[in-house]
């Protein structure tokens, strides 16, 4: 039996039935993503709080499981971790906030005049740089920096409405967050008995997984924000910068933002620096900052994160860069750990499609397999 002869018209009617199916694929994978965006926007309101008590409790869960299986009630163990959060949050913010809202106006002021010296050196310095060049732009930095200034001193965020949602949303999360840790290892077995033997197990799999990553990620970051700031706060108070203490808490917090969070802070801090103190300090200021975040990236983060994220710098970026986008500082904030959780997604499914690829398949496609099988030792 001879094959089918295959002249131009059958490989082009291939090749456009291909493309079609493809296009199908697309179309129904962009409309299934625009439906999941349009849904969590709408249930935003919701889905906020989950996310934020979710976060909180991938740290506070491991005392409490510490203190379940010392012979404690799931009831006690949680109030007890709950109680002593909540009290060691309350006085750090109850020793910080005095001095960081008092001066948040002076940082963005400062700030503000530090873009005005950087451009005069530009225009009048070795560069020789037009002022038209750089007009537009530093303006456009400089009225945001100072709308933030107004709206931190006038009080802008102690509206009521501004304050009954951040008191309903924190007393959600915290009760939330109490429940999680409560019951959440009763979730795991409800969810492979609901799922059966097949899907339960695949669920179970990818969400340990995940908050397995949520966990090393948010416990890392803390780590890695917190010693930023003390380095970076502790070289700006040697240098006599008045503003050091509130310069570190805006890197700390900062730190939560991959990236961006620590260019931006950096910058404040030199900014301030260049107004309050001279040039060769803010140069200092600089060459810290520079220090440190080379310092984050090359050593800190490769080596306490180790492969908890395993996400390269641009999806990192791009990913901060979206959240932004869409949810403002909270979406930002959440980018990263978005992100970890679908690469995880991703990499459980690659490894199922891998474990059925057969033996006789071409090398290329059956090489994850055979790594799976020997081990990530003989890989």
Known sequence: MTDKIRDRAVVIDGAFGSMQRWSLRIVSIAAAA??????????????????????VSTVLAPPVSFLRRRGFPSGLAAAVVMLTFVAAVTIVIAVLTPQVAGQAPAIASQASSGLLRVRDWLTDGPLGLTDGQLTRAIEAVQDRLQDSAAAIS????????????????LVIVLMLTFFFIKDGHKFVPWVRTLGGRRAGEHVVEVLGRVWGTLGGFIRTQTLVAAIDAVIIGVGLAILGVPLAIPLAVVTFFGG?????????SGALAVLVTLVTNDPKDALIALLIVVAVQQLEGNVLSPWLQGKNMNLHAAVVLLSVTAGGTLFGVTGAFLAVPVAASAAELLRYLNE?????????????????????KEGPAEA
């Open 256 to 264: 939560y933002i991959p990236i961006i969070g620590a260019f931006v």
């Open 154 to 169: 006038s009080g802008a965020l102690s509206t009521v409405s501004a304050a009954t949602n951040v008191v309903i949303n």
């Open 34 to 55: 625009f439906v999941i965006g349009w849904a969590i926007g709408h249930l935003w309101m919701v889905l906020f709080p989950v996310s934020m008590a979710l976060i």
């Open 352 to 372: 199922q499609i891998d474990r059925e690829v057969a033996d006789e398949a071409p090398p290329e496609d059956s090489h994850a397999a055979e790594i799976l």
